[in-house]
């Protein structure tokens, strides 16, 4: 099993960058493909990007491509979330997932392991 810590969220005004991280504690980190969504107030938790067990492959939501970057060191147990160019629509919870068996997946269901959370909000 793994436990996922989120960090990094905050205020940025429009136009800004922020660099979310997932922390993985357990000994199977490297197994998992892994995965963030983000839930607004009053609407469904949406798919953000995901990225295979090695990272070699990445998959983005198209509001974000070119924007965000997903990333992950395995020899550190961490996924990261590189957000630049930020608006005032991204404004969510983000979360980090973990799933045993699918690749890229876009449905939450799909993920095995959350984190709690990391809010982000951006300011116009």
């Known amino acids: 099993q793994v436990q996922l810590v989120e960090s990094g969220g905050g205020l940025v005004q429009a136009g800004g960058s922020l660099r979310l991280s997932c922390a993985a504690f357990g000994r199977t980190f490297s197994n998992y493909y892994m995965g963030w969504f983000r839930q607004a107030p009053g609407k469904e938790r949406e798919f953000v990007a995901a990225l295979t067990r090695s990272g070699l492959l990445t998959y983005y939501q198209d509001s974000v491509k070119g924007r965000f970057t997903i990333s992950r060191d395995n020899a550190k147990n961490t996924v990261y979330l590189q957000m630049s160019s930020l608006k005032p629509e991204d404004t969510a919870v983000y979360y980090c997932?973990?799933?045993?068996?699918?690749?890229?997946?876009?449905?939450?269901?799909?993920?095995?392991?959350w984190g709690q959370g990391t809010q982000v909000t951006v300011s116009s």
């Open positions: 997932a973990a799933s045993a068996i699918y690749s890229g997946s876009v449905e939450p269901n799909d993920y095995d392991y």
